[in-house]
């Protein structure tokens, strides 16, 4: 059986490549994508490359960026312009393949074993796939404006390699004359799925690099990681033959959040019950921007002594109105914390989410009028809000502290989490693999 054409597009920069379209007047200067640097809170969630070879990386606190590169400058996330690139990135996509999984918002697997057939003979597939690259990658650049590294391989996971193998706007073959010169002496870590943890315990065992783990002896790892182990073992050979799946376009969000580290340390319920309405008022904007409804709310709360408390509760009906959201994350919050400390950070997240406005069994322990009212009232907030700025229109709750009411939500850090590689298929195909490999 001919081997698969697999395609990974992983979008460069992908935040602060759009931010870049909309600031132009920014081009030439490091950039980067996070919280509100004048509050202390706030992570770089992105930076374009000037900002990223002067030492500014993902997940780097605010100030430390600021101490890599004087000049940076910080704008605040927008997931609805991301969540719009990435749904028009994934249509360019699905005019070359039916299969198209997305592994977050800036980045897809493409199958294009079946197209690539049209062109030629099999035995030309990657060569074909390689010119569907181009050609996609060309477009994106072309249509969207930005820039897409490509992985071609007969995998997922050397397809994904391929991808992170040369940035920016680049293309990587692996095949299989070439993978095992060109994959096996990267590190270990640059396999998917090999953490910071995996990797240390890893070189305790004398591994460091992708081909080491692929000599490895399988029963010496699942010995040492259990399943994981051979789940890496198959990714390092090349094995994987999990499918590339159609997930749909709301596929890439798993939830919807936001968290905010507060101004000053909140005391008491009220403190909490005024920052949760802020926070639920943009996750419940950002779910209507995108046509989301979620059913389940969870809270995460951080005390001064930085430990961390998370719960989480489902709803009788998926929502995105924001009083049923802080509602709902306030009664979570009064079962969950004690007061022992005073609270330094506090986040409010929804998921199970699904598309706003499809049937759903209605309750009859709901006000489905009063609901729609809810609804209506939120719609209306936003609308005014657009036009005359945050401030213009603010629940009352907010003048019980102005201090604390003067953080603007829709400016904090924004949460979107991707779904997993191991999930929608995807961990039973590996399960496949890893029981065939004990077999022999």
Not at 18 to 32: N, S, T
Not at 48 to 53: D, E, S, T, V
Not at 152 to 161: D, F, G, H, Q, T
Not at 197 to 222: Q, W
């Amino acid at each position: 059986m001919p081997d698969r054409i697999i395609l990974h597009v992983d979008c460069n920069c992908f935040y602060a490549s759009v931010e870049m379209l909309y600031h132009p007047e920014l081009a030439g200067k490091p950039l980067a994508v996070g919280g509100d640097p004048q509050q202390r809170h706030g992570i770089v969630l992105t930076a374009n490359y000037i900002a990223k070879r002067r030492g500014v990386k993902t997940g780097m606190a605010l100030w430390q960026a600021r101490q890599c590169c004087p000049d940076i400058v910080f704008v605040p996330p927008r997931m609805y312009l991301y969540l719009r690139f990435s749904r028009m990135a994934r249509a360019i996509y699905q005019e070359y393949s039916g299969q198209v999984e997305s592994f977050g918002l800036d980045e897809c697997w493409i199958d294009l074993t079946d197209s690539c057939a049209l062109l030629g003979d099999h035995t030309r597939t990657l060569e074909n796939g390689c010119r569907i690259a181009q050609e996609i990658s060309a477009r994106i650049r072309r249509e969207l404006g930005i820039t897409v590294s490509i992985g071609v391989s007969w995998n997922k996971i050397y397809a994904k390699l391929g991808s992170d193998y040369k940035k920016p706007d680049a293309i990587t073959v692996f095949d299989r004359d070439n993978y095992k010169k060109l994959i096996y002496p990267l590190p270990v870590s640059d396999l998917l799925y090999v953490g910071r943890r995996t990797d240390k315990k890893l070189e305790k065992y004398g591994i460091r690099t992708i081909g080491e783990l692929a000599d490895a002896d399988p029963s010496y790892l699942e010995n040492w990681f259990g399943k994981i182990g051979l789940m890496l073992s198959v990714f390092a050979r090349g094995e994987d033959r999990t499918p590339v799946n159609d997930l749909g376009i709301e596929a890439p969000v798993k939830s919807v959040g936001n968290s905010t580290t507060t101004p000053r340390d909140l005391v008491n319920d009220e403190d909490v019950r005024l920052v949760l309405y802020l926070l639920a008022e943009s996750v419940s904007e950002r779910l209507r921007k995108n046509q989301f409804e979620g059913q389940v709310v969870s809270i995460y709360v951080r005390d001064t002594d930085l430990c961390g408390y998370h719960q989480q509760k489902k709803l009788a009906a998926p929502t995105n109105i924001s009083g049923e959201i802080a509602g709902a994350a306030f009664s979570i919050f009064q079962q969950l914390y004690r007061w022992e400390k005073p609270i330094r950070s506090i986040g409010v997240s929804v998921c199970d989410l699904k598309q706003e406005g499809q049937p759903r069994q209605l309750s009859l322990f709901l006000d489905e009028q009063h609901r729609e009212q809810q609804m209506r009232a939120d719609r209306m907030v936003s609308l005014i809000r657009s036009r005359y700025g945050y401030a213009a229109v603010q629940r009352g709750i907010m003048h019980e502290d102005r201090y604390l009411s003067s953080l603007n939500a829709t400016a904090e850090d924004h949460m979107i989490h991707p779904h997993s590689y191991l999930e929608h298929g995807n961990r039973s195909g590996c399960e496949t693999l890893l029981l065939t490999r004990k077999v022999r």
